[in-house]
């Protein structure tokens, strides 16, 4: 009918001879009336219809929205779950208030497999459906895993910032940065041309946005509402979402463990009402409380008379201790090197070897000729893999000193 219109008008009003079109004028005649009742047709005179400017993207979006939600029931009847798709939230970009909940699907959503779709189930009772998520930032998430979707950094990226920072009179030069983060010093392994050219790429990005521009090789124009442009610019595709990954093990994992996890931090601190009474919130509900008889029947913590419970004091600086002490035993009788537990305030260093996934979190593996330790990993060491490695252990993190930093912690 679209094809067959003229400026979006159609006449059906005649009725053919022959049956085969009467049959399809029928046809037509009833999907315009239902047309009619979503907004899309509108009936002028007897048989002759005006068609909406609105039909083809219209129908585009509700055919792409009914293919979303059947990947979504596809993906809770996997996990044995069942939700009311009237709870089924899509979400085209960044979510303006965090999301937490566990992850039911994890799948490409293009070919070069830039972007990442989600689907997660919330604890506020809802199932949402995240597309446009960067691959990297959620590379430890398993279908299971706990984490959080929120908006994006208002603050924006800090290689923004530092463009703007190095931009003399509106004008940024990558040969005046590349001599600035040479008499700094302060580039993790010293890769100075490569840190300079990842900003002349977000600033390549940011041109084909119609943000910066580019005058020649060295010489880009950085215009005053630079650093605001480029977070909406990031914020409208979607790709900026913070997304913290908050335990990759699930709640039946959690439950037993033996280590710190994401219920024991709820239990101390977070408390229920932001659970929903339904769906994964109730779930959570649920496991908060065989957790809570877990820790009880430990010794980790004591039910009152009055109902209350009272947990040991440094309740998750003492699981993560009791857990990173089990895992370094086990790991001493694979590598054949003992194992040696860090304290706090103590400078480490070693080889950097690898990572090992507890439900305290993820811990960096720092090894020396003569033993290993194992110490909370952070973004920052990952580029250091096989590499020498300092760092000093403070309040159950590490501030990592890289490469020519010595001294200058991350």
């Not at 067959?4 to 399809?24: K, N, V, Y």
């Not at 047309?35 to 007897?46: N, S, Y």
């Not at 009152?304 to 086990?330: K, M, P, S």
């Amino acid at each position: 009918m679209i094809a067959e219109s003229q400026d979006r008008f159609i006449d059906l009003h005649h009725e053919p001879d022959d049956p085969r079109g009467q049959s399809d004028r029928t046809l037509r005649l009833r999907r315009l009336g239902k047309l009619e009742d979503m907004g899309l047709a509108t009936e002028h005179a007897p048989g002759v219809w005006e068609l909406s400017e609105r039909l083809e993207p219209t129908l585009r979006e509700m055919g792409e929205r009914g293919d979303i939600i059947r990947t979504m029931q596809k993906a809770l009847r996997a996990d044995g779950l069942e939700r009311d798709p009237m709870s089924f939230q899509i979400h085209d970009a960044a979510p303006p208030t965090p999301i937490v909940g566990h992850v039911i699907d994890k799948h490409l959503s293009d070919e070069l497999g830039e972007n990442l779709t989600l689907v997660v189930d919330g604890i506020d009772g809802r199932t949402h459906h995240v597309a446009g998520i960067d691959p990297t930032r959620v590379e430890d998430a398993r279908i299971g895993s706990i984490i959080e979707i929120g908006p994006p950094d208002s603050a924006g990226r800090p290689s923004d910032r530092a463009i703007v920072g190095m931009a003399d009179d509106g004008i940024y030069r990558p040969s005046r940065h590349l001599e600035q983060a040479r008499f700094d010093g302060r580039v993790p392994g010293g890769d100075y041309e490569g840190f300079v050219q990842a900003h002349v790429r977000r600033l390549e990005a940011l041109r084909r946005a119609g943000i910066a521009e580019r005058i020649d090789v060295d010489q880009w124009r950085i215009p005053d509402d630079f650093e605001a442009r480029a977070a909406a610019h990031d914020a409208g595709r979607g790709v900026r979402a913070n997304i913290r990954v908050l335990s990759t093990f699930d709640l039946e994992r959690q439950i037993g463990s033996e280590g710190a996890t994401w219920l024991d931090r709820r239990l101390v601190s977070a408390g229920t009402a932001d659970l929903s009474a339904a769906g994964f919130g109730n779930d959570v509900r649920e496991a908060m409380e065989r957790r809570r008889e877990t820790l009880i029947d430990r010794g980790d913590a004591i039910r009152h008379e009055d109902g209350g419970v009272r947990y040991r004091r440094n309740l998750i600086a003492t699981l993560q201790e009791r857990e990173v002490a089990h895992a370094g035993e086990d790991l001493a009788v694979k590598k054949a090197l003992p194992f040696r537990a860090a304290v706090d305030g103590e400078t480490i260093s070693g080889k950097f070897t690898g990572t090992v996934q507890l439900s305290s979190g993820k811990f960096a593996i720092v090894e020396k000729s003569q033993e290993f330790t194992l110490v909370p990993w952070r973004p920052t060491i990952d580029r250091q893999l096989g590499r020498e490695v300092s760092g000093i252990v403070q309040g159950g993190s590490v501030s990592w000193q890289l490469g020519r930093q010595r001294g200058v912690g991350l």
